[in-house]
């Protein structure tokens, strides 16, 4: 069993910043990928930015050259540095785990993030 801390989210500006993280209740080998999707009412969680366990990061078309992830091992930890918000980044983000073995997959609670006009 894992369990997922997400913390940062909150009201913005459009143009502004915010920083998520994530915190995992293991150790970082035993995680393939960790990162956030993001939800809206009425459509499909969507994939924001993942980081593999070898670094590899993935990104939305969407947030690229916008949003930046990355991770503290020692920590379990990862974070998605947000910058230059606009409205249609609007959602609950969801912080995601995938584990190595098995490829369980675990969610977060998901934080709100704002961002008005």
């Known amino acids: 069993q894992v369990q997922l801390v997400e913390s940062g989210g909150g009201l913005v500006q459009a143009g502004g910043s915010l920083r998520l993280s994530c915190t995992a209740s293991?150790?970082?080998?035993?995680?393939?990928?960790q990162g956030w999707y993001r939800q809206t009412p009425g459509k499909q969680r969507e994939l924001v930015a993942t980081?593999?366990?070898?670094?590899?990061?993935n990104y939305a078309d969407s947030v690229k050259g916008r949003f930046t992830i990355s991770r503290d091992n020692a920590k379990s930890t990862v974070y998605l540095q947000m910058n230059s918000l606009t409205p249609e980044d609007t959602a609950v983000y969801y912080c995601h785990l995938e584990t190595r073995s098995l490829n369980n997959v675990y969610w977060g609670q998901g934080t709100q993030i704002t961002v008005s006009s």
């Open positions: 293991v150790n970082f080998f035993s995680i393939n990928t």
């Open positions: 980081i593999s366990i070898n670094g590899n990061t």
